[in-house]
T-cell receptor
């Protein structure tokens, strides 16, 4: 497809389980971002990749959160030992060049619910 | 670090009426400013952006926004709202480190 694709769209997990969320950016896009969007809030920055390099992970809320982009295309956000406060929509975005004035193209997100 | 404030959590307008959504930013240098729209269950779609130059920028779907440095504002406007404009609107500011910060959003309801 032409846009950013995220899977699964919905994920329900029990507290303590590990989850993995996938993002397929637009082909050729260098920059990839992950955001966490709590209910009724704007997206909060989690981490940023330029190709396969994770240049900024300052937004990851704890060491239970881990992201990778090993070949500079598909990215996975992993959350270990999930907690109820991890329930949110996780958005992935990509942009063609590593510049702050580049608009980001967003996927539809993965809605994560922790029971 | 940069930040964005959207003072209005929820706005209701009648179809055909004009619309203005407020956005105030905080950033030490010239900001990169964006407005995005999000429909339920969807990702964010870019409406318009400001980098430099003309302070009045035109976007898609008939939206425009004006950058006012003196007021640290980037308000979104539309002269005549359509029912399909009902959605959540987010203002965002980008910094040179690729870190984009979003406001909390304004939910727009359109009355028939």
């Amino acid at each position: 497809g032409a846009g950013v694709s995220q899977s699964p769209r919905y994920k329900v997990a029990k507290r303590g389980q590990d989850v993995a969320l996938r993002c397929d950016p637009i082909s050729g896009h260098v920059s990839l971002f992950w955001y966490q969007q709590a209910l009724g809030q704007g997206p909060e920055f989690l981490t940023y990749f330029q190709n396969e390099a994770q240049l900024d992970k300052s937004g990851l809320p704890s060491d239970r959160f881990f992201a990778e982009r090993p070949e500079g295309s598909v990215s996975t956000l992993k959350i270990q030992r999930t907690q109820q406060e991890d329930s949110a929509v996780y958005l992935c975005a990509s942009s063609p060049r590593p510049a702050s004035n580049q608009p980001q193209h967003f996927g539809d997100g993965t809605r994560l619910s922790i029971l | 670090a940069q930040s964005v404030t959207q003072p209005d959590i929820h706005i209701t307008v009648s179809e055909g009426a004009s619309l203005e959504l407020r956005c105030n930013y905080s950033y030490g240098a010239t900001p990169y400013l964006f407005w995005y729209v999000q429909s339920p269950g969807q990702g964010l779609q870019l409406l318009l952006k400001y980098f430099s130059g003309d302070t009045l920028v035109q976007g898609i779907k008939g939206f425009e926004a004006e950058f006012k440095r003196s007021q640290s504002s980037f308000n979104l406007r539309k002269p005549s709202v359509h029912w399909s404009d009902a959605a959540e609107y987010f203002c965002a500011v980008g910094a040179k480190n690729n870190d984009m910060r979003f406001g909390a959003g304004t939910r727009l309801t359109v009355k028939p």
